[in-house]
């Protein structure tokens, strides 16, 4: 199991390595980002939950009670990262003209969305643990949070950064 999310860590970072370009680059309207986050997005989605589950082995019992509280948690989270990627969808519109009020508003909006997925992560802690053992809800969550960790290493290695 460790050695097919170790494989899938060295994918992203591969293709991490090849879009680390945008980083740099500036956009007119912010049309190529947000292109290149969509597609992030979608390929991550679609590989997410098969990856928890190869990383995680549960009965059928388990496998019973934890894919319904994952799909609530899912759509919990998937809420706050839609409010994160139309935040970047802004920024990326936005990245020339920027003003000094609206850079400290998106920065204070991008911690906010952090706090609210830490609570939701929070939240279902518990619900996690009546529907499989605790040791098992950690490793969701371990697993989990290394997915969304490198994410957010693709989406900042895909949005370039302010111009003083």
């Not at 199991?1 to 994918?11: D, P, Q």
């Not at 947000?34 to 590989?47: N, Q, T, V, Y």
């Not at 019973?64 to 969808?89: G, R």
């Not at 508003?105 to 830490?118: D, F, P, S, Y």
Request: hydrophobic share 45%; aromatic share 10%.
């Amino acid at each position: 199991m460790k050695m097919l999310f170790s494989c899938f860590v060295l994918a992203i970072a591969f293709t991490g390595a090849n879009v680390n370009a945008l980083a740099q680059r500036e956009t007119a309207n912010g049309v190529e980002v947000e292109k290149d986050l969509s597609l992030l997005r979608r390929d991550i989605r679609a590989d997410k939950k098969k990856l928890i589950a190869m990383n995680m082995t549960l009965t059928e019992t388990e496998a019973t009670k934890f894919w319904p509280v994952y799909d609530q948690y899912v759509a919990e989270m998937t809420k706050h990262n839609d409010d994160f990627y139309s935040l970047i969808k802004d920024y990326a519109a936005k990245q020339k003209t920027i003003s000094d009020a609206e850079a400290s508003t998106m920065i204070k909006r991008w911690a906010e969305i952090q706090i609210e997925q830490a609570k939701t992560r929070q939240k279902y802690i518990p619900l996690m643990e009546k529907a499989i053992p605790p040791r098992k809800a950690a490793l969701f969550f371990q697993v989990d949070r290394r997915l969304y960790a490198l994410l957010d290493m693709q989406v900042s290695s895909q949005v370039p950064l302010i111009v003083e």
